[in-house]
């Protein structure tokens, strides 16, 4: 199995595999899915009460999926303010956005406490324009954050955003200093690690093949079913495979490619602090380096899956590895000798306003499920699992109760029009973008197509 370039890396410090599920066994709380989500859940269930008997089951290695093949980016919720807004109200999308800040400084305390080399750096992130449209496309949103002395943004001279990200193609940029970079795997590694040492039971190559529902569930694999008074769904692009929850989100790729190492090349143009990077379009350019001198770079222009159901669709290269390599190279035209020696995609969840939504599968108050990170889990998991204890333990605090919590989403149409309007959206948007870098517009069939695309970090402008 094809898992990309950060898993590979984690393998060769860790490689140790859980055994299969192969019995029937009893659990307090049974997960579905070793990523982000379902690996902080257990550690936090487990850090509330050693007591509580949590197993966990991974369909192939924990951190396998989308959390060990993002972009390694751990960004906050400030620059989703206004969307968090829109479904919560002011007080509550500010806590939110509170909380989703604080879960920065979570990993980084985290893996020193546990020892795990994520390589974690707390370098911020710049918000840049790459074209003449996209300067101060962010402004509606920082005044709305200043309005509410809540902008952690700081602005940037032009001078000042070139010499960081040592691109010419960055023309303008605003700076969140509270964002950080990880290896995504080895911290996914890392968790798995700690939640073993926790006592939660682990059990790898063993795929959900049902789940039963009723008063007490049973999550049914190929040779063994769990027992258990409570099931999380966190399966993230997995879980479409759920009628309740398929058409919450669309199923995307995030396609990357990495160089080789040039670290002194790196140095000698700027490009030499930790910071994540992203430009201001809708079909996302995000980019980092890495501590030995590669840079990291992604797109999301590769497949859709169709109803649901991913199979082996991103088990390979990212088949868009040549465009997003050249996109590349139109930000460092003058490391254009540098190999890209790596490329591989994975699954986004991606729901229309790009955030996620917890709740009850089916009504089930004994089933709990979370989905639609849309591509922004690496730190928001944090903080869902808060949400997610909340819920299988029926707290009835401000996190079962938070704002994201069964709320009314706006649904993606039934198939197949959401996979062939997928494509149609989504190519939109390149032209509509490719023609902005030339200062050139759209068409106006373009610019309908473009509407219906689902909210991206630049907010609608008004």
Known sequence: MYRGFWYAQALDRD???????????????????????????????????????????????????????????????????????????????????????????????????????????KDGWLWTASNERQINSWRVLTESLDKHRANPFRPLTPGQVRERTGSPRTLAGIFDPNAATVQPAMLARGLRRVALELGVRIFEKTPLTNLERGANP?????????????????????????????????????????????????????????????????VLNYWRNTPDGRIVFGKPLGQFAFAGRIGDLYERPTPAADKVAAEMRRFYPQLADVPVVSSWTGPIDRAMKGLPNFGYLGGHRNIVFGIGF?????????????????????????????????????????????????????DALVRKESLEDYGRDAGLLTNRLVAMAPAGYVPAKK
Not at 71 to 93: D, P, Q, R
Not at 249 to 273: E, H, N, Q, W, Y
Not at 274 to 279: A, K, L, N, R, V
Not at 411 to 418: A, K, N, T, V
Request: charged content about 25%.
């Open 15 to 121: 490689s140790a595999l859980a055994p299969p599920l192969e019995e029937t066994i009893q659990a307090d709380v049974c997960i579905i899915g070793g990523g982000f989500l379902g690996l902080w859940s257990a550690i936090r269930l487990k850090k509330d009460n050693p007591a509580v008997s949590v197993a966990l089951i991974e369909r192939d290695r924990c951190g396998a999926g989308a959390s060990g093949r993002n972009g390694g980016i751990a960004t906050n919720w400030w620059a989703k303010y206004l969307s968090v807004m829109s479904i919560c109200g002011e007080s509550e999308a500010r806590r939110i956005c509170e909380a989703a800040e604080s879960a920065i400084d979570e990993i980084g305390e985290f893996c020193s406490e546990h020892n795990i080399d994520a390589q974690f750096r």
């Open 218 to 282: 049973v999550v049914h694999t190929p040779k063994g079913r769990v027992k258990a008074k409570k099931v999380v769904v966190a399966m993230n692009a997995w879980g479409a495979q759920f009628p309740e929850l398929r058409r919450m989100i669309a199923i995307m790729s995030s396609d990357m490619v990495a160089t080789a190492p040039v670290k002194s090349r790196l140095d000698a143009i700027g490009f030499s602090r930790g910071e994540c990077m992203t430009d201001s379009r809708t």
């Open 374 to 426: 849309s591509g922004n889990g690496v730190a928001t998991t944090v903080f869902a699992s808060r949400i997610i204890k909340s819920l299988v333990l029926e707290a009835n605090d401000e996190w079962a109760r938070c704002g994201l919590v069964e709320q009314t989403m706006k649904l993606l149409p039934p198939e197949p029009f959401r996979f062939v309007g997928a494509h149609l959206v989504r």
